[in-house]
């Protein structure tokens, strides 16, 4: 093993997360000879370990599995009995990046083993979603090829890869599939070669996403009606107004969404309040909780799901969302992300009308194969967002197999995973699992295997008698029984979903096992019961303690032929149906007994294993796919378009009647795996994304939005994955602080539009009036430059509350107010010939601005639009005697205050002071000399007055009065 790598320009040091020089079109591997003997973040491992030395005779490889000591069953490390089974098995895989589609690579990997599989798999090697597996010879499951000397020489095989026409990565694998013995990996290398000599390009993204029929975009699942109406809502989206009376119920729900639309783009900078319907403003999104019109000829479950349920009321202002209860919120919201961004592409906005959402199928799931393999807590937690946000519900785990419990337990922990790069889930972990689940309305649903499916439990148990051979616990024993209640019910409680899952599927050998049929008959005191009695028997006795423990009861359908000629499975199991085989009833046939049915189709196992058959790169629409390419996009199109479709097992799908649909409440989109750990968790996630899509629209049951998988596909494309997939969630926006609102409104007496004449004293009254908080300090300024062109002076204004300060041309008001009162300022023009000024424009306009630093004038009426007084009279010259102190607006500023002592009605605004304006602002100088010196200067204008028709030409502030 070298130090480092050279490849087509492309030099790879040993150290870990070290940043290669490469040339641009050159592919990435990081420590591609495990040099550096730590795991770095491109490569993903199971039940591997890193040991010396490597192929080459220095350095490191990777040891896939585990190896055993002579006879010994059980590994170092830990205390399993894995040998002879799939624990053995372990693998390691490199994520290659900076690999270019439709291209020729070379790719060499060294390995040793009896039973070892490796190559280089890319998941879109074909359009649509057809990954291939390039490099061993070996098919099938469990098969693999032996290097020379029997396994125990290094080999070196090379074979070229051409990539598809989307791939950007590939995956370079090894791991072994024995069951008593390792294999070993090292020296990955990649070369670009060329161009591939027959290209296929793929579909360009659409620039603009296109409707539905109905004019609604396509969110994933479709929306089952939308009436549109005029307009349309452009957004962005800034404010959540959450019912106020909804608070304590939806306000989690409301917080989560808003998160996701901000990492959306669809409302960037979106607060949270609380308010009611006549708090929507532009911009906004109203939720409320509210019963949901499900139209009269909907499936009746559907109305018993109408928490699920949702309205959504799109004007060209804002958006109401009347959701059924919590997760209706939360799909609500999702409807609405989704529907804003594929808008968003085009010009129009999103269309206005009303949406009308709901499903009949109450389980909506991923179900998870997590008893064979180990898969981290993060991933789990990354799918249960996306999960969400296609409105699926359910994660189901199953947790104990042939392989061992995945999950600490006190009543089974001799059969905890403790291997090494594996392992199980803490009590803590799962609780933290369940409770992040819970805050997007995802139920985590645990499957806990047995009596079969318990091969490791054969070879930890080995009392006489305690277990059925090597395959199934004795349940003919009453404390075999006790005990598998117990976890039940132990492993129900820790999951808290309401429901375990019991597995019971492939008992094979049920028939050949004396004890349960011995138990049953004396039990039931009927010699003609038969194995089939005791198995059914079984399930209702565990079934009873996690009833009475407050949980209900699933499992399999495969043992169900209909031989129970005494006992009668309990009703309220519900039967999660696999596929009609190892003559198990049909779906109707079991439907008919009045079984409660959830579909898992063996049709669309997304099998953990590469898929090397070339088959799938050149069919679809008929061919289910191999391993992980199963199903096929295009198979699951058109053979399951409905909940209402079941696995025939090795024949044609099962089509429910439709006399027993109301019997079918959901489906599961299975994940199978194997002990090996193959494909890693960034492969699953690519190829999960595009099945479970599909499986989302299917399983909601509302009418395709689009003819074909191709269409659909663009679509979940630009959907991709839920916002924060693979990063931190955010729970919560800020929370929109209640801001004080006010208001101001002028009037004007005669009315706005009047004429006027000499005699006349025009008056403007301007009121402010505070909303449902208390409005601490505002100012208004009233513009009067308009009215002193014609007039030479005014009365000096009066207020009610406040203080008033003059400047030129206008009037500062500063106010405070409680909650819900108002103050006014009036202004008086008295017109004679003696005020007239001789040129103006004859018409009387005043303009009102407001500001508040800590409240928002919600409206200001006739500020700035209020229709003019027009002036009649001649233009006389400005001579006459002005029976009030005029404010004449001089060349400077000037100041009064109204005839009060200019503090505010305590009783009408406890927050206002005498405070006059700052006189750092020029407007405010004139404020500074206060009421007192205002009041003297009216007492001087009166003595002139009376003296004879002097003027008063000069004061500090040049205030000009008329005489």
Same mark, same amino acid.
């Given at each position: ?19 290669p ?6 592919? !990435? ?62 693998? !390691? ?87 008593d ?30 409707a ?21 809502? *452009?957004?962005?989206?800034?404010r ?29 900078e979106?607060?949270?309040?609380y ?19 499900i ?19 799109? *004007?060209?202002e804002?958006? =109401? ?49 997590s008893?064979?393999r ?29 392989? $061992? ?56 148990f ?62 039931? $005191? ?22 009475e ?62 898929? *090397? ?30 909940p ?19 019997? !079918? ?32 629209q ?15 596909d ?6 991709g ?41 025009? *008056? ?32 000096l ?17 500063d ?12 202004? =008086? ?7 007239? !000024? ?56 000037? =100041? ?46 009166a ?11 000069h ?9």
């Amino acid at each position: 093993m070298t130090a480092a790598l050279v490849m087509s320009g492309l030099v790879v040091g040993s150290g870990v997360g070290a940043a290669p020089a490469y040339a641009d079109d050159e592919p !990435v591997i990081v420590d591609p000879g495990f040099e550096s003997g730590e795991w770095d973040p491109t490569t993903q491992h199971n039940h591997a370990q890193f040991v010396t030395p490597g192929a080459d005779g220095t350095g490191t490889a990777v040891q896939v599995g585990f190896n055993f000591e002579g006879d010994s069953l059980t590994p170092e490390g830990t205390t399993l009995p894995i040998r002879g089974g799939g624990p053995v098995r372990g693998m !390691v895989n490199k994520t290659v990046s900076n690999i270019q589609p439709q291209t020729v690579y070379e790719v060499s990997i060294t390995v040793k083993g009896r039973q070892m599989r490796y190559g280089a798999f890319d998941t879109e090697a074909s359009l649509y979603y057809r990954g291939l597996a390039t490099g061993d010879s070996a098919r099938g499951y469990s098969n693999g090829v032996a290097t020379p000397g029997n396994g125990t020489e290094w080999e070196t095989t090379t074979f070229q890869v051409t990539t598809g026409p989307r791939t950007t990565e590939l995956n370079l694998y090894c791991f072994s599939t024995s069951t008593d013995s390792a294999g070993y990996c090292d020296d990955f290398s990649i070369t670009r070669i060329g161009p591939a000599a027959a290209p296929v390009e793929a579909p360009e993204p659409w620039a603009e996403m296109p409707a539905m029929e109905n004019g609604f975009p396509v969110t994933i699942p479709a929306v089952q009606s939308f009436v549109a109406a005029e307009g349309a809502f *452009t957004g962005p989206i800034d404010r959540v107004i959450v019912a106020e009376e909804n608070r304590d119920a939806i306000a989690d729900e409301a917080h989560l969404g808003a998160a996701n639309m901000a990492e959306a783009g669809v409302a960037p900078e979106v607060e949270l309040s609380y308010g009611d319907a006549g708090d929507l403003a532009a911009g906004g999104v109203f939720i409320e909780l509210g019963d949901v019109p499900i139209p009269d000829d909907a499936p009746v479950n559907a109305r018993d799901l109408m928490q699920d349920a949702y309205r959504i009321e799109i *004007t060209p202002e804002g958006v =109401s969302i009347t959701a059924g209860g919590e997760p209706g919120v939360l799909y609500a919201l999702s409807t609405l992300t989704q529907a804003m961004r594929s808008a968003a592409t085009g010009d129009a906005g999103l269309p206005a009308g009303t949406v009308l959402n709901w499903t009949d199928q109450e389980f909506r799931a991923l179900q998870i194969d997590s008893g064979r393999r180990y898969y981290s807590i993060d991933w789990l937690k990354q799918q249960i967002k996306d999960l969400a946000y296609t409105n699926l519900n359910t994660l189901v785990l199953r947790i104990k197999d042939n392989e $061992g419990l995945r999950v600490e337990s006190e009543v089974f922990p001799e059969l905890v995973d403790d291997l090494p790069d594996g392992g199980h889930w803490t009590r803590e972990e799962v609780q933290d699992l369940v409770a992040f689940a819970q805050r997007f309305h995802v139920r985590v649903i645990p499957e806990y295997d047995m009596p079969a499916h318990s091969a490791l439990d054969a070879k930890i148990f080995t009392e006489p008698g305690y277990m059925l051979g090597e395959e199934s616990y004795n349940y003919g024993r009453a404390d075999v029984r006790e005990r598998l209640a117990d976890v039940a019910v132990e492993m129900g409680e820790l999951f808290g979903s309401g429901y375990i899952h019991l597995g019971g599927d492939e008992f094979m050998s049920m028939n050949a096992h004396d004890e349960p049929v011995e138990w049953i008959r004396e039990e039931t $005191g009927d010699p003609s019961a038969t194995p089939r009695d005791a198995y059914i028997a079984f399930f209702n006795e565990v079934n009873e303690a996690v009833s009475e423990a407050g949980m209900r009861t699933m499992m399999w359908n495969d043992m169900l032929d209909g031989s129970n000629a005494v006992v009668d499975i309990d009703p309220t199991i519900t039967i999660i149906y696999w596929a009609q085989i190892y003559g198990s009833l049909r779906v109707n046939e079991l439907l008919a007994e009045g079984h409660l049915t959830i579909g898992s189709s063996s049709d669309r196992y997304h099998d953990l294993w590469p898929a *090397t058959e070339r088959a799938d790169q050149t069919g679809g629409e008929s061919r289910m796919g191999e391993f992980i390419n199963r199903p096929l996009p295009e198979y699951s199109w058109n053979a399951y378009p409905s909940p209402f479709v079941f696995s025939g097992g090795f024949g044609p799908p099962q089509t429910v009647d439709v006399q027993y649909r109301d019997q !079918v409440r959901g489906q599961f989109f299975p994940v199978w795996d194997d002990a090996h750990g193959w494909a890693p968790e960034p492969v699953l996630t690519q190829t999960l994304l595009p099945r479970l899509r599909l499986f989302a629209q299917d399983t909601w049951n509302s009418e395709r939005p689009v003819d074909t998988f191709a269409d659909f596909d663009q679509h979940l494309r630009f959907q991709g994955h839920a916002s924060y997939f693979g990063a931190e969630q955010v729970w919560e926006v800020p929370e929109a602080t209640d801001v004080p609102t006010w208001s101001l409104e002028i009037t004007s007496d005669p009315d706005p539009g009047s004429e006027v004449d000499l005699g006349d004293t025009p *008056t403007w009254s301007i009121t402010a009036t505070a909303g449902e908080s208390p409005l601490d300090s505002a100012r208004v300024r009233i513009d009067l430059e308009d009215v002193l062109d014609d007039i030479a002076a005014t009365r000096l204004p009066v207020a009610d509350t406040g203080n008033v300060a003059l400047v030129p041309g206008a009037v500062i008001w500063d106010i405070g107010l409680q909650a819900g009162r108002s103050g006014s300022i009036v202004i =008086s023009a008295p017109l004679s010939d003696r005020t007239l !000024v001789p040129r103006g424009d004859r018409d009387l306009t005043v303009t009102v601005t407001g500001e508040a630093a800590d409240a928002e004038l919600a409206a200001c009426v006739g500020c700035t639009d209020l229709d003019a007084l027009h002036i009649v009279a001649e233009e006389p010259p400005a001579t006459g005697d002005p029976d009030d102190p005029p404010y004449s607006g001089g060349s400077e500023e000037s =100041s009064s205050t109204p005839e009060t002592d200019g503090t505010p009605d305590s009783s009408d605004s406890p927050g206002t002071t005498d405070d006059v304006p700052d006189s750092s602002n020029p407007d405010d100088d004139l404020a500074n000399t206060g009421a007192s010196n205002a009041r003297w200067i009216a007492l001087i204008a009166a003595a002139l007055i009376a003296l004879g028709g002097l003027v008063l030409l000069h004061r500090r502030r040049a205030v000009r009065f008329t005489t």
